[in-house]
C-alpha cells in the first residue's frame, strides 16, 4: 500500500512518515486512502478520537460514525479503569486483523450476525458481575476476556494451558472458526468435513471435561495441530482455521512486501517462509515465529479449510 506521495504505508499507520499525510484503511476498496493534501482532512472512524486510535474509515451509514471493525464491538471494558484503555486498543487491533483476513478471504463479514464482546471479569476487576468470562463464541457473538490483553495474565495462562502461542489474534482467529461453522458448512459439505475432522455435534461439555482432567491424547501431534484442537472435532475445526488465517495472513504479507512470488501452492510456499522466519527469530534470541509442526492429516484439514471458504467466498 501507498500514500499519495508514493511512500510506502502499513495496514496499522495512521500517518505518512515521509509526507505527514493522514492515512485511513478503507476495508471496503482493501486499500488505504491518503488526505488530497497534507491538513486537509480525510473521513475517519469515530474511534480514531478514543483510545482505540483506529485507522479505518467510516461507514457512511454507521449512526455513530464507526468503521465496520468497530462497529462489530458490542460490549468494551470499563473505561473508568485507565488500564482498559490500552486493553482496548490491543483487542481492537486485533480484531481490525481478524476483520482484514476475512475480507482478503471473501468470506461475508456481516456485522449483525459477527459481533465482539470484550468483557473483564472479577480475577481482574472486582467491580463486575462476571466472576468468570471464558474467551468462546456463541451464535455469533464472540466473547473475549479482555484481560488477555495484558502480556502477564496472558503468559501466565499460556503456560498454565502449556500452550506454545497465546495471543489475542489468535484468539479472534479461533473464535471466527467456531462462527463461520456455522455459515459455510451446509448439508452438501457437511459429511466431507466430518470426515476429516469427526463429528461435531458429539458432547462438547463431556470432551472437554476430559480433556482438562486427562489431558491430551499421547499421540496429538500426528494428527493435531495442538493438543487443544484434539479435545473435540469443533475444537480441531477451530484450530485448523486459525491456523490456515495465520497461514494466508502471513503469505500475504510476503507477497506485498516482494519476498515471494504469488501463488495458489500455500503449504510448499509457507514452509519455505516460516523455516527462514523461524532461523530469524532464533538469530534475535527470540522464540519461534510460528513454533507448530504441519503433518500430513493436519495439512489434510486445512486443505479443507482453504476448500470450504473458496466454496462460498464471494
Ligand atoms: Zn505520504
Ligand atoms: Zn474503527
Ligand atoms: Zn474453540
Not at 110 to 125: A, G, I
Not at 173 to 179: A, D, K, N
Amino acid at each position: 500500500m501507498q500514500c499519495r506521495c508514493g511512500q510506502q504505508v502499513y495496514f496499522n499507520n495512521d500517518s505518512c512518515v515521509h509526507c505527514g499525510r493522514l492515512l485511513a484503511f478503507d476495508p471496503h476498496e482493501l486499500a488505504m486512502q491518503s488526505e488530497e493534501a497534507p491538513g486537509s482532512g480525510l473521513p475517519t472512524c469515530a474511534n480514531r478520537r478514543t483510545a482505540v486510535r483506529c485507522n479505518w474509515t467510516p461507514v457512511p451509514a454507521n449512526e455513530h460514525g464507526y468503521c465496520l471493525s468497530c462497529a462489530m464491538s458490542k460490549t468494551i471494558p470499563t473505561l473508568s479503569k485507565p488500564k482498559n484503555h490500552d486493553r482496548w486498543r490491543k483487542l481492537e487491533a486485533a480484531k481490525r486483523r481478524l476483520i482484514l483476513d476475512l475480507l482478503l478471504l471473501g468470506l461475508p463479514v456481516d456485522e449483525s450476525r459477527l459481533q465482539f464482546h470484550f468483557k473483564e471479569d472479577r480475577r481482574t476487576n472486582p467491580d463486575v458481575s462476571d466472576y468468570h468470562v471464558t474467551t468462546g463464541h456463541s451464535s455469533g457473538a464472540i466473547t473475549i476476556n479482555a484481560a488477555e490483553a495484558d502480556e502477564v495474565f496472558r503468559e501466565e495462562m499460556r503456560q498454565a494451558m502449556n500452550e506454545p502461542w497465546r495471543t489475542l489474534l489468535g484468539h479472534m482467529r479461533h473464535e471466527s472458526g467456531h462462527y463461520y461453522f456455522t455459515v459455510l458448512v451446509t448439508d452438501e459439505n457437511l459429511a466431507e468435513v466430518r470426515g476429516l475432522f469427526g463429528d461435531e455435534s458429539q458432547d462438547y461439555d463431556a470432551a472437554l471435561r476430559r480433556h482438562y482432567e486427562n489431558g491430551p491424547r499421547a499421540d496429538w501431534s500426528s494428527t493435531y495441530i495442538s493438543a487443544y484442537a484434539s479435545s473435540h472435532p469443533a475444537e480441531d475445526w477451530a484450530e485448523c482455521w486459525a491456523h490456515y488465517l495465520h497461514i494466508r495472513a502471513v503469505l500475504q504479507v510476503a507477497v506485498d512486501a516482494g519476498l515471494l512470488p504469488d501463488g495458489n501452492n500455500w503449504y510448499e510456499r509457507f514452509i519455505e517462509l516460516v523455516l527462514s522466519l523461524n532461523e530469524i527469530m532464533r538469530s534475535l534470541g527470540l522464540p519461534d515465529a510460528y513454533p507448530f509442526v504441519l503433518t500430513e492429516p493436519v495439512v489434510r484439514k486445512i486443505e479443507m479449510v482453504h476448500r470450504v471458504i473458496a466454496e462460498r467466498a464471494v
